[in-house]
């Protein structure tokens, strides 16, 4: 395709070469939010991701809830989170937290069945969410000091795959909560070092984080404000 021969449908960007300027965040609602969201892979960055796609989202005054499933870590993560707190201080991003320390099946000393109960509290967490969005307007604004139960616009479900992969819930609870998502949210899962094949026609978009290389195979330890 020549530079002068732009295919059907694309426009030149915008802009003018004018640099973008931050604005106010006010409470607004997307127009086109509405998809399903898959992270997954054996690579560092899928949280990441999702927690920088969540803050765009909220920088558009769009109301957004990460809830966590087995995010614990381990004795190498400070108690206090970089994310939580910059999450506290961001108009309209809220979270909340079911993992406890150490990982499922992993020698760390951690509880097994603590585990598998804060996986099925989560589950039923996310169906109140899911509940809560599906009686809001989501094609409105929303306020963003807003109770999440009483819906959002984006709603994140960091390290649910990993729960289904470890088999502390089914896939079919997985599929469920897709099923039970309302038209306008748009619904973001992510975890699992496994292909979440069963998500292959049910996901709209489907990222694979691989690792080419990892500092902890040379002995890295979690880092304050890259990892934690």
């Known amino acids: ?16 070469g004018r640099t973008p300027e931050a604005e106010r965040i006010e409470p607004s609602a997307p127009e086109e939010f ?26 558009h005054g769009f109301r957004v809830h990460m809830l966590q499933f087995m995010k614990g870590g381990a004795s ?3 108690a206090v989170r970089g ?9 309209g991003f809220s979270y909340e937290n079911l993992g406890h320390y150490g990982w499922h099946g992993m020698p760390d000393g951690s509880d097994e069945e603590k585990h598998e109960a804060q996986a ?5 967490r996310a169906r109140e969410l899911l509940a809560g969005a599906a009686e809001a307007a989501l094609d409105e604004p929303i306020a963003l000091d807003g109770d999440p139960d009483d819906g959002v616009h984006m709603l994140i479900l960091d390290e649910v795959l990993y729960a289904a992969d470890r088999g502390l819930l089914a896939e079919d609870d997985v599929l469920a909560l897709i ?16 292909e979440p094949t069963y998500l292959e026609d049910r996901a709209d ?14 002995g890295q330890r979690a880092r304050r404000g890259t990892e934690f």
């Open 76 to 78: 190498s993560v400070d």
């Open 179 to 194: 099923d039970d998502k309302p038209a306008d949210l748009e619904l973001v899962l992510s975890g699992s070092h496994t």
């Open 120 to 124: 099925q509290a989560g589950l039923e």
């Open 83 to 91: 994310e939580y707190n910059a999450i506290a201080a961001l108009p």
């Open 34 to 59: 509405g998809l399903v969201q898959v992270w997954w892979g054996d690579g560092k960055g899928k949280t990441t991701a999702t927690l920088g796609m969540g803050m765009r989202a909220a920088g």
């Open 1 to 16: 395709m020549s530079d002068d021969m732009p295919s059907a449908g694309v426009e030149d960007t915008p802009g003018e």
């Open 205 to 218: 978009l489907i990222t694979n984080v691989r690792k080419q290389a990892h500092p902890i195979e040379n």
